[in-house]
């Protein structure tokens, strides 16, 4: 099988499709996509959308993680991706929507606004993704960073929503955890979607106390460890607020990070 995955290490429906892949043992190999190049790179590789995880899979190309998910699903059934009962995997891809169109969008918005405004998060994008000469890259992304930004609507409104959601979102991600939507021992596709996104918040340093108080956390830690972090702090300290008294912090919670 010829399996070829575009990706960079700051995506986390990239990191959800790596662990697909390392799950169902197929090898692999892979092309680390330079953030704010990705649609350049992807269409010159025959990709019609800018986004990654994309993957070349025995000829064709296949973008974003729920529709990788199906075609691995179809070349290498085992193990299972999604639970066999019907009832069950109706379960399933109701969350893996929900991971796919809400909750992936959280730190996806978090990352794109704080990269116009803070040329710290800048240095730290093009520090991992090993840019040459990153510190004069970092200075000129300025305009990158600003259609990024505007392409998903990631605004001063938009960012601040996502921090005040945040208790809400983990606390629905606590609660598939809890009645085994989600199984990180036999992970399924809607584990690793929802999971990976749970990672990529922990892993902010802002957020970090927050989410590390659920349960989910400490799951999205043990299938994603390597994730990069801690992402500089730049989220307003009056943002920050709304996550007061969340009342998360159950002692579940590990409170670890990588």
């Not at 019609?48 to 899979?57: D, I, K, N």
């Given at each position: 099988?010829?399996?070829?995955?575009?990706?960079f290490?700051?995506?986390?429906?990239?990191?959800?499709?790596?662990?697909m892949?390392?799950?169902?043992?197929?090898?692999?190999?892979s092309?680390?996509?330079?953030?704010?190049?990705?649609?350049?790179?992807?269409?010159?590789?025959?990709?019609?959308?800018g986004?990654?995880?994309?993957?070349r899979?025995?000829g064709?190309?296949?973008?974003?993680s729920?529709?990788?998910?199906?075609?691995?699903?179809?070349l290498?059934?085992?193990?299972?991706?999604?639970?066999?009962?019907?009832?069950?995997?109706?379960?399933?891809?109701e969350?893996?929507?929900?991971?796919?169109e809400?909750?992936?969008n959280?730190p996806?918005?978090?990352m794109?606004?704080?990269?116009?405004?803070?040329?710290g998060l800048?240095?730290?994008?093009?520090?991992?993704?090993?840019?040459?000469?990153?510190?004069l890259?970092?200075?000129?992304?300025?305009?990158t960073?600003r259609?990024?930004?505007?392409?998903?609507?990631?605004n001063?409104?938009t960012?601040r929503?996502?921090?005040?959601?945040?208790?809400e979102?983990?606390g629905?991600?606590?609660a598939?955890?809890?009645?085994h939507?989600l199984d990180?021992?036999?992970?399924?596709?809607?584990t690793?979607?929802i999971l990976?996104?749970?990672?990529?918040?922990d892993?902010?340093?802002?957020?970090?106390?927050h989410?590390?108080?659920h349960?989910?956390a400490?799951a999205?830690?043990?299938?994603f460890?390597?994730?990069?972090?801690?992402?500089?702090?730049?989220i307003?300290?009056?943002w920050?607020?709304?996550?007061?008294?969340d009342g998360a912090?159950?002692?579940?919670?590990?409170?670890?990070?990588?």
């Amino acid at each position: 099988m010829e399996a070829r995955l575009y990706w960079f290490p700051a995506s986390h429906p990239a990191a959800a499709v790596r662990k697909m892949l390392e799950l169902k043992g197929i090898d692999y190999d892979s092309v680390n996509v330079v953030p704010g190049m990705q649609r350049i790179q992807l269409r010159l590789a025959g990709f019609r959308g800018g986004t990654v995880p994309a993957m070349r899979l025995d000829g064709r190309r296949v973008q974003g993680s729920m529709r990788i998910a199906r075609a691995l699903e179809q070349l290498v059934p085992e193990p299972p991706l999604f639970p066999d009962d019907p009832a069950q995997r109706a379960r399933a891809e109701e969350a893996e929507r929900w991971g796919d169109e809400e909750l992936q969008n959280a730190p996806r918005l978090l990352m794109r606004w704080g990269l116009v405004h803070d040329m710290g998060l800048r240095r730290w994008l093009t520090d991992q993704s090993h840019m040459p000469m990153s510190g004069l890259a970092a200075r000129g992304s300025g305009p990158t960073a600003r259609y990024y930004a505007h392409v998903i609507g990631a605004n001063e409104d938009t960012a601040r929503r996502a921090v005040e959601e945040l208790p809400e979102l983990l606390g629905r991600a606590d609660a598939l955890l809890a009645d085994h939507t989600l199984d990180v021992e036999r992970p399924n596709a809607a584990t690793l979607q929802i999971l990976s996104s749970v990672r990529a918040l922990d892993s902010f340093d802002d957020l970090h106390e927050h989410v590390a108080a659920h349960p989910a956390a400490s799951a999205a830690l043990a299938l994603f460890p390597g994730f990069p972090g801690p992402v500089p702090r730049f989220i307003p300290s009056a943002w920050l607020r709304s996550l007061e008294g969340d009342g998360a912090g159950s002692g579940e919670g590990s409170g670890a990070r990588s």
